[in-house]
């Protein structure tokens, strides 16, 4: 006897489309078919998706972003919302502060996390200090314990690496097996274009868009990949915003390389001119993160890219700051200068609607590109297939159940996160998670969040980069 048949969907996977029945025991995915056999409860799919759930393999939760700021989502509100968007799995960061041991950051991460998700999660590193320690014993002993990708940032004062650490890192990646994500934002080109902006009374949150032009991404995107080139490594290149690192990408597989890349819903949905806001009043500051978003060719150039593979994840990069509050957006420093403006955005609960609705809907892509964008290629890239990210029998039962006709106009109610806004105000998109199930137990349905903090498990991970 199962305990749970869901019956009469549509089931979609990176692969197929079929009309099929899914049962569930303990969990896990145990049958598969026309008919499955009886179950103790039954959910009737009939018109609706039965579609992995989403995992988001970039997401902040949590993460110390300065003494005066507060991140707005904690593992509860922020898995929260990723489970009213349809999401089961989520990937976070645990941020190593310079002069940290990387394990004990690891391990207060831990703490932060316990009881408190409402969807499976694990986690990725954060190098900032690749002290002799960190390289010859904690990142291998971190690695082999499951923690098989870490990511390195070429910009922020207190995160940059120089090339030569941003090398030796790659070099225990390439040791370890492990992937490197790396953040794509050249240091001292945005430090000289923010200074100069500064020095002309230039300090409206728009112009933190002008400070980090593309070419400052395509420079250190062009950059991680020489080095990537040099040690011999695969990387993932996360959150790229637009057409001009999209070339490098391309390039860089023209010439034989596994450079990897990350999209996220901020570079199809707004442009530099949001941050313009009202008058380049402070409202701006809501649309304010790194890379800034850009224009319509470089829109158009995301969706190609995602369109042919360039792209293996579409994530969201949520990283939930409040507009109206002292410890957010528009804090005291924040409203001198936009240097100062906490960088990111929450997407985690819209990045499934946005993908559906501006790409299944309207023939960008396909359904099977949409699961594997934004489920299947997370799992196989981190480490966690083949237990996650499609609909087989043996694979835990997260599975999100799709109403592909729903239009729904978004709201920041319907967001279910910490943020006192969504940059997404207002959009109308059309398909809509009816109920999110992270193996076999539902977590939101028809509206409202049901699961419970602590209802979701740490998942310790395979190798990464296996795609
Ligand atoms: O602006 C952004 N993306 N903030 C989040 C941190 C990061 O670099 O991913
Ligand atoms: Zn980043
Ligand atoms: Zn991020």
């Not at 009881?115 to 499976?120: E, F, N, P, R, W």
Request: proline letters at 5%.
């Amino acid at each position: 006897m199962l305990d749970l048949a869901i019956r009469g969907g549509t089931v979609v996977t990176a692969a197929d489309v079929s009309r099929c029945d899914v049962g569930i025991r303990e969990g896990r995915v145990v049958a598969f078919g026309e008919a499955v056999g009886e179950a103790v409860e039954t959910i009737d799919a009939a018109g609706l998706l039965v579609l992995p759930g989403g995992i988001d393999s970039h997401v902040h939760l949590d993460q110390y972003s300065g003494d005066d700021v507060v991140m707005a989502d904690g593992f509860e509100t922020g898995t929260r919302s990723a489970a009213a968007g349809g999401n089961t799995c989520v990937i976070p960061f645990a941020l190593q502060r310079r002069g940290e041991s990387l394990r004990a950051s690891v391990e207060a991460y831990h703490a932060k996390a316990k009881g408190k998700a409402l969807v499976d999660y694990s986690f990725h590193l954060i190098v900032t200090d690749p002290s002799p320690a960190v390289l010859g014993q904690e990142l291998p002993a971190l690695v082999k314990d499951g923690y098989t990708s870490f990511k390195v940032f070429m910009t922020y004062d207190d995160l940059v690496l120089s090339d030569r650490q941003l090398l030796e890192v790659f070099d225990v990646a390439r040791a370890e097996g492990a992937l490197v994500m790396v953040h794509a934002e050249g240091y001292d080109g945005i430090k000289f274009m923010a200074d100069r902006l500064e020095r002309r009374g230039e300090t409206a949150p728009f112009f933190h868009s002008t400070s980090r032009p593309e070419l400052v991404e395509r420079e250190a995107t062009h950059r991680a990949i020489a080095h990537a080139e040099l040690i011999g490594i695969p990387i993932m290149i996360v959150h790229v915003s637009g057409r001009e690192a999209i070339e490098q990408i391309e390039w860089a597989r023209g010439r034989g390389l596994r450079i990897y890349a990350e999209t996220c819903p901020q570079y199809l949905m707004l442009t530099a001119d949001d941050l313009k806001g009202l008058n380049m009043d402070m409202s701006g500051a809501k649309y304010v993160c790194s890379p800034p978003p850009r224009d319509q060719a470089s829109q158009d150039a995301v969706w190609r890219a995602l369109q042919n593979g360039v792209f293996q994840t579409f994530s969201s990069d949520h990283c939930p700051f409040r507009y109206d509050d002292p410890a957010g957006k528009t804090g005291p420093k924040a409203r001198t200068s936009f240097r100062w403006v906490p960088n990111g955005i929450p997407g985690v609960a819209a990045r499934l609607p946005i993908l559906f609705s501006e790409g299944v809907k309207k023939g960008r892509i396909s359904l099977q590109q949409f699961v594997a964008l934004t489920a299947t290629n997370h799992a196989k890239m981190y480490g966690l297939y083949p237990k996650k990210g499609s609909i087989a029998v043996g694979y835990d039962a997260d599975i999100a159940l799709w109403d592909p006709d729903k239009a729904v106009t978004l709201t920041q109610d319907l967001m279910h996160h910490g943020s006192d806004y969504t940059p997404y105000e207002g959009l109308e998109v059309t398909g809509w998670p009816v109920r999110t199930m992270v193996r076999g137990h539902t977590v939101f349905v028809d509206g409202a969040v049901t699961g419970e903090a602590g209802g979701g498990s740490f998942v310790a991970r395979g190798p990464s980069g296996m795609i």
